[in-house]
């Protein structure tokens, strides 16, 4: 089955840089790959969804990467606020065409003010 | 933005009680639901996935018979903690999807707490 690789260890920055979040996939690569955010005691909340066919998608500060290749993506938040604070999670579809998905354990990601 | 409403956010209640969750997509149509178990710090548990009007696909290691899922309709699903006891104690997380796909929509979670 697949593994998911995050992060385990939170990620500390400083307001206005940029965060840069890593989930790694041991497995098939699947059609598609999200990412959410979970706040303490919420549940996850959808930010974006890349296809296999796409190498980056963008909304707003948010930047999303996807190589097959490497089995990679690369979550970004450019100029970071405190209130991005929060765990963010990746998830990747399972292959069969049922579209299961599995999450990854979540990193979290705290920004100084 | 699509919105899953999921009730009740938070149970306490006696070991033996049986407890029901439900979930509902407030503005689309939602062919699968999903429900997970999270624990403290750790991943979302896969434990069951449910297409309207079909009987829910359980996980390797979920009883179905202790966790029952009802899908009646493209907007509401049900599980159902029966006799729950204190191990049950968890959080419980529903989701649903439009079309495969498609991203999942997450309620706020249910905090079940056995005594």
């Known amino acids: 089955s697949q593994k998911i690789e995050q992060n385990s260890e939170a990620l500390n920055i400083q307001e206005g840089k940029t965060a840069t979040l890593t989930c790694n996939y041991t497995?098939?690569?699947?059609?598609?790959l999200q990412w959410y955010r979970q706040d303490p005691g919420r549940g996850p909340v959808f930010l974006l969804l890349i296809r296999e066919n796409e190498k980056e998608k963008r909304k707003e500060r948010l930047k999303v990467t996807f190589d097959t290749t490497l089995k990679q993506s690369l979550f970004h938040i450019t100029a970071s606020q405190p209130a991005d604070s929060a765990t963010y999670l990746c998830a990747l579809d399972e292959p069969g065409g049922s579209y299961i998905p599995t999450f990854g354990r979540g990193t979290s990601l705290i920004v100084h003010p | 933005g699509a919105v899953v409403s999921q009730h009740p956010s938070r149970v306490i209640c006696k070991s033996g009680t049986s407890v029901k969750i439900e979930c509902r997509s407030l503005d689309f149509q939602a062919t699968t639901m999903f429900w997970y178990r999270q624990f403290p710090k750790q991943s979302l548990m896969l434990m069951a996935t449910s297409n309207e009007g079909s009987k829910a696909t359980y996980e390797q290691g979920v009883e179905k018979d202790k966790f029952l899922i009802n899908h009646a309709s493209l907007t509401l699903s049900t599980l159902t903690v029966t006799s729950a006891h204190p191990e049950d104690s968890s959080f419980y997380i529903c989701s649903a999807r439009e079309t495969g796909g498609q991203p999942q929509h997450f309620g706020d979670g249910t905090r079940l707490s056995i005594l």
């Open positions: 497995n098939y690569s699947p059609a598609y």
